[in-house]
């Protein structure tokens, strides 16, 4: 099938040729042409799949070449990685590598495997696909000119740009082959990429901060990839094969084990949350795309493939606790944060953990609902990433506080920026959508301790976003206006993602029948309308709201005082409408600041037991399933 190569090679031959051209106009250009060959490219895989059928492809046994040049780059991976770790005195960190590295190879090279085919085509693959085709893509096209604006305002960052910009491309490569992937080794080898590569991102800037976090994210998803290759090994030891579909249909509750640890520590999920929210000091294409929209969807992509087998079981019930936890407690940290990228950045983890607690239920509704708000999700946080990244270039901070009437001072970002809080919280945005379903999974199912995360975890959820929406919709009006530095690139891919989750929203009744459906179909044998034709019309009527943020947003902009009016104070206004002399004759500076309660919820009070909380329901359960074995 030429499909699945050409898919693979097409973001990796743009990749080659981003980082050997250094002309901006040029470079700018094989980006774009790059994007849309990716995007035309699954869309055609798409329509010739549904052509024939929508039967689901599986192709490649003989594979001894691909498997060989698998393994040589596999052994570079881990040599760069000692290297990395000993370059910068994180030894330990390489032990991490060596031994998955050097244990998946004695696998492929000791124990005969069953043949079986390396590459699978169903409807959940191909949902994958155009997730990172049309969001990838977008973001490839947003960072053309983001980066111009990054290096103008970061005078001391080398300008990498050529490496950074083809990094991105590989991974999409690397997330192509990795959702098209059935075999276990395989999937594991592009896996192992993502990480590197993230790992690679993070610390673009070369500081100090940067280089720490860019190690804490390796090491964590270098842990999970210790979990996959015993999984493999444990697979290959029992059964001889190392076919996802062959796991599933076993349910070895150790290996499913296993597998779960490694979707857990690439979606972030406690005990191993801190790595994603240490990723926003990269630049804000590598946050939208790698730490929101698409790598850490591999991890819960995983969790979905396995969630037939979770169903009912101790390593469901461990899964469903994480992401339940997760999303309460994301939640919560997240209302005691004003940087924006950190509180989109606990938002991921949270919405990644009501994904995950849906997996790990393992039943037709909660996973129908967990594909969803993965969908939404994807689109909304990475366009929510993109307007902050340009608000930052803009007004030269991404502080919530200084976003304060951003609907006057730069109104096109606000849309923008307003819109994708919108997506996040309110009706009838398919986010809340999902997560309304989600709770009656939840409630059917009888767990009444997912039910009370969801609960509480959405009023969170409700209270910082409205915060911010409330920052953005002031009436204030600076004497001297804001520049908008956005470029057209990133207007265009920020509009487009606007439009599509416009659109997602108004055609929900169709997103669940012929994508959403079909999945559900595809993980276990059969499926059934989980809201009924009576909910769906409701739904339809309710999406004519979704015209009320941005007709308010649109008010507002119409409305305001064309002149600027000085703001009454508690004193003498100076001029600027930020300082006021005092009674005493003194200048005061006026501050206006939201609520953040930071000794409740700040993360130094909350992370720590959160992660002792997790860690222990980890350990205990994998204690469990290692004492029945033994």
């Not at 949902?127 to 960072?143: K, P, Q, R």
Request: one cysteine or more; hydrophobic letters at 55%.
């Amino acid at each position: 099938m030429f499909l699945i190569p050409t898919l693979t090679g097409i973001p990796l031959i743009g990749a080659v040729l981003i980082y050997l051209i250094h002309n901006e106009k040029i470079r700018g250009l094989i980006i774009y042409i790059t994007a849309a060959l990716m995007m035309v490219t699954t869309f055609f895989m798409v329509a010739t799949w549904i052509i024939d059928g929508q039967n689901t492809w599986r192709y490649y046994v003989d594979t001894v070449f691909v498997d060989h040049l698998m393994q040589i780059v596999e052994i570079l991976l881990m040599i760069f990685i000692i290297y990395m770790s000993f370059k910068y005195k994180k030894r330990w960190v390489c032990l991490l590598s060596i031994f998955q590295t050097l244990l998946v190879l004695w696998v492929e090279y000791t124990i005969p495997l069953v043949e079986s085919t390396h590459t699978q085509v169903d409807s959940l693959a191909l949902l994958m696909c155009v997730i990172c085709a049309v969001i990838g893509g977008l973001i490839g096209i947003y960072s053309v000119g983001y980066m111009k604006s990054y290096h103008e305002n970061h005078r001391g960052v080398l300008d990498r740009s050529s490496t950074f910009l083809s990094l991105l491309f590989v991974f999409m490569a690397a997330m192509f082959g990795l959702v098209l992937s059935s075999n276990l080794i395989w999937l594991y080898f592009f896996w192992e990429i993502t990480s590197v590569i993230s790992f690679l991102l993070i610390g673009y800037t070369r500081t100090e901060e940067a280089i720490d976090n860019s190690f804490r994210a390796l090491w964590m998803n270098l842990l999970g990839g210790v979990g996959f290759a015993l999984a493999i090994w444990l697979c290959a030891m029992s059964s001889h094969s190392v076919q996802l579909s062959v796991i599933v249909s076993n349910g070895n509750m150790l290996v499913i084990g296993l597998l779960a640890l490694a979707g857990l520590t690439k979606s972030a999920q406690l005990p191993f949350s801190t790595w994603l929210y240490g990723a926003m000091v990269a630049p804000t294409p590598s946050s939208a795309l790698l730490h929101s929209a698409t790598m850490v969807k591999a991890g819960v992509y995983l969790l979905i493939r396995l969630a037939p087998a979770l169903n009912g079981t101790l390593c469901g019930s461990m899964v469903s606790f994480i992401g339940g936890f997760t999303f309460i407690m994301a939640s919560l940290m997240a209302i005691a944060q004003n940087d924006a990228k950190k509180v989109l950045a606990f938002s991921t983890i949270s919405n990644l953990g009501l994904i995950v607690a849906c997996a790990g239920i393992g039943v037709e509704q909660t996973v129908w609902a967990a594909i969803f708000l993965m969908i939404f999700h994807s689109v909304s946080k990475s366009m929510l990433f993109e307007g902050v990244g340009a608000t930052e270039n803009s007004i030269g901070s991404r502080d919530i506080e200084h976003m304060h009437g951003l609907i006057l001072r730069l109104p096109k970002l606000a849309y923008i920026i307003g819109i994708g809080i919108a997506g996040m919280y309110l009706a009838p945005f398919g986010m809340l959508i999902s997560k309304w379903v989600a709770l009656k999974a939840f409630v059917d199912s009888g767990n009444v301790l997912l039910v009370m995360f969801i609960a509480f975890g959405s009023a969170s959820t409700m209270f910082y976003w409205t915060k911010w929406l409330g920052k953005l919709i002031a009436m204030h009006k600076p004497k001297t206006p804001d520049e908008d530095k956005t470029r057209k690139d990133e207007y265009f891919s920020m509009n487009i993602l606007c439009g599509i989750m416009i659109c997602l929203c108004l055609l929900f009744p169709l997103l669940a029948k012929y994508i959403v459906n079909p999945v559900v179909l595809t993980l276990f044998g059969s499926t059934h309308d989980v809201l009924s034709m009576s909910e769906l019309t409701t739904m339809v009527i309710m999406v004519f709201s979704i015209l009320v943020v941005p007709s308010v947003m649109f008010l507002i902009t119409r409305t305001a005082p064309r002149d600027y009016v000085p703001t009454y104070m508690n004193g003498i206004n100076t001029g600027d409408n930020s300082h006021f002399i005092d009674s005493m004759g003194e200048s005061k500076k006026l501050y206006l600041s939201n609520w953040y309660l930071r000794f409740e919820f700040g993360r130094r009070r909350l992370l720590k037991p959160s992660q002792i909380v997790a860690s222990s329901v980890l350990i205990v359960c994998f204690a469990i399933l290692l004492g029945g074995i033994l």
